[in-house]
């Protein structure tokens, strides 16, 4: 297991990585520790998950998995989910890393996993595109993602975020992005979403999110 160092690849945020991983178990007990297992749920096989965080679906990936490849940028972020990996009940590799150029072999792995990351990437459909390289023809992309809203007066509020001072304050996030789209210009077929508002109190920009499954042709 790689340790928590700095490498050429790495994305530091300090102060967001330390505020995202103080507020992670919150976000879990408001509902988003429900759609972390509706998202793992069938996954099995060997796992690249992109854009990890501090790990906090680690404990959520089922028997079915024999290995998780988990890559994270943030130093900060990555030290933690190497300790979150050590109780993970399935094996777990974190690593550093970008999405536009993951450390496997071609058609490596039967799963990718894309958890509130395209949001935060500077090219998300190149990241998309290097899962299409390693995941395994017929393997299978699940996510979970903010979305653009359907409403136009929230779709302008997200705009609005989005060009201001939402990124600067959350770690580079945008609320408007459209992954469903992004997931197929990446080359990667889309074969379920369900869109749903996360969490349940007040909406505000970031409310807006999609869950689905993809397929690599």
């Given at each position: ?38 998202l ?18 680690f404990?959520?990936?089922p028997?079915?998995?024999t ?12 030290k ?101 789209t ?25 409310s ?10």
């Open positions: 297991m790689m340790m928590g160092s700095r490498t050429a690849g790495d994305r530091p945020r300090p102060l967001f990585a330390r505020y995202y991983a103080a507020m992670t178990a919150r976000m879990d007990d408001e509902g988003l520790a429900a759609l972390r297992d509706e793992l749920t069938g996954v099995g096989g060997p796992v690249v998950e992109v854009g990890c965080g501090n790990g906090m679906n404990s959520r990936y028997s079915t998995v290995k998780v490849r988990a890559v994270e940028p943030e130093p900060h972020l990555r933690l989910a190497q300790t979150a990996a050590a109780h993970a009940p399935v094996p777990v590799d974190v690593t550093p890393g970008i999405g536009q150029a993951l450390p496997l072999p071609d058609d490596s792995v039967d799963t990718g996993v894309l958890c509130l990351v395209l949001c935060s990437m500077p090219d998300p459909r190149a990241t998309v595109a290097e899962l299409a390289r390693v995941i395994r023809p017929g393997g299978a992309l699940v996510f979970l993602e903010h979305c653009a809203a359907h409403s136009p007066g929230l779709r302008l509020a997200q705009r609005i975020a989005d060009a201001t001072l939402w990124p600067l304050l959350t770690g580079g996030c945008h609320t408007s992005r459209d992954p469903q992004t997931i197929r210009d990446g080359g990667v077929t889309v074969d379920t979403v369900r869109h749903l508002r996360y969490p349940e109190r007040p909406t505000v920009p970031a807006p999110h999609v869950l689905g499954h993809a397929s690599r042709p």
